[in-house]
């Protein structure tokens, strides 16, 4: 069977476009960091939901009419609804009061409205939790993997989803898109996802190591190559079916979860371009490398 696409051969070229999107990504974090959302700091948020498709910049001078300098409003769902964020912690009154002025403003348009303040160490909690959750599961990965194939699968495989867990970080911080606690539960969805797409590829490829036993770099590249074109076909599969249903949830899913979704699809992008191009690459690298040492070990 011929495999034409030398994955390996195009390592340093996967390398180079990792370092710059994660680049970018780190530079974007260190000048402007992330648009927080009220579950991270304290504030309201409002939402009011109107029949038809509405004028942002309308609105925001009807919160300027309330008192509101320069008003962060957005709008979602096709433009039927309103996004009204404050680091102020509105009481019963001043919500009232927006709540009245736009029904008067839009009328028989008017549909809903719906209040949220948050508590910022709430957040707070959440996020240190969620990063004790992925130390814990890096650490887990690292022994079960060492156990069950050997530790330098294990370091790939936690580098590998490491790098999708921080393109997508980086993704929001440059776009300046908002990061609230359904985020966090998007990151450890992806890290679940990209550690299980990586271990299909390490296992046929430790299969390969048994029959194979490489002595050059050219065998064991070959070793590699194999085994992705062997599984790229259901990690394309698999891929797709998962990107088709976050697809679905971006477009169909409402406000309250389209960060979620496309926080989802850019990680199953990142993961699916990770397991194929980036863990297996570094493995192989660390691989031959630890050979040549051997090598060049004196016979006792």
């Not at 019963?92 to 303040?117: M, P, W």
Request: with cysteine.
């Amino acid at each position: 069977m011929s495999y034409n696409w030398d994955f390996v051969g195009k390592r340093k070229l996967f390398f180079l476009i990792s370092a710059i999107l994660l680049g970018a990504g780190i530079l974007s974090l260190l000048i402007q960091g992330l648009n927080l959302g009220i579950d991270f700091k304290s504030g309201t948020r409002i939402d009011i939901s109107v029949k038809q498709p509405v004028d942002v910049e309308q609105a925001k001078k009807e919160f300027e009419k309330l008192g509101y300098e320069h008003p962060s409003v957005r709008s979602g769902q096709e433009g039927k609804v309103l996004i009204f964020r404050t680091d102020e912690a509105l009481d019963k009154e001043k919500v009232l009061q927006i709540q009245k002025h736009f029904q008067q403003v839009y009328g028989d348009s008017f549909a809903g409205f719906q209040e949220q303040r948050i508590d910022p160490v709430i957040g707070r909690e959440l996020a240190r939790n969620a990063i004790i959750a992925t130390l814990l599961a890096s650490i887990g990965i690292i022994l079960y993997v060492t156990i069950r194939f050997e530790y330098r699968f294990a370091v790939a495989a936690v580098l590998a989803l490491l790098h999708d867990a921080l393109f997508v970080i980086g993704a929001f911080s440059v776009l300046q898109l908002e990061v609230d606690v359904v985020f966090i539960a998007a990151i450890l969805t992806i890290i679940g996802y990209s550690v299980n797409d990586t271990i299909v590829i390490f296992d046929r490829i430790r299969e390969l190591m048994d029959q194979v036993k490489p002595k050059s770099w050219e065998d064991l590249s070959r070793v590699v190559n194999v085994s992705i074109h062997q599984t790229l076909i259901r990690s394309i599969n698999t891929g797709l079916t998962v990107v088709f249903a976050g697809a679905a949830l971006f477009l169909f899913g409402g406000e309250s979860i389209r960060y979620f979704s496309l926080a989802l699809l850019l990680g199953l992008f990142a993961g699916t371009y990770s397991s194929l191009c980036l863990a297996s690459q570094i493995w192989v690298v660390w691989k031959w490398r630890s050979m040549q040492r051997v090598k060049e070990r004196p016979a006792n």
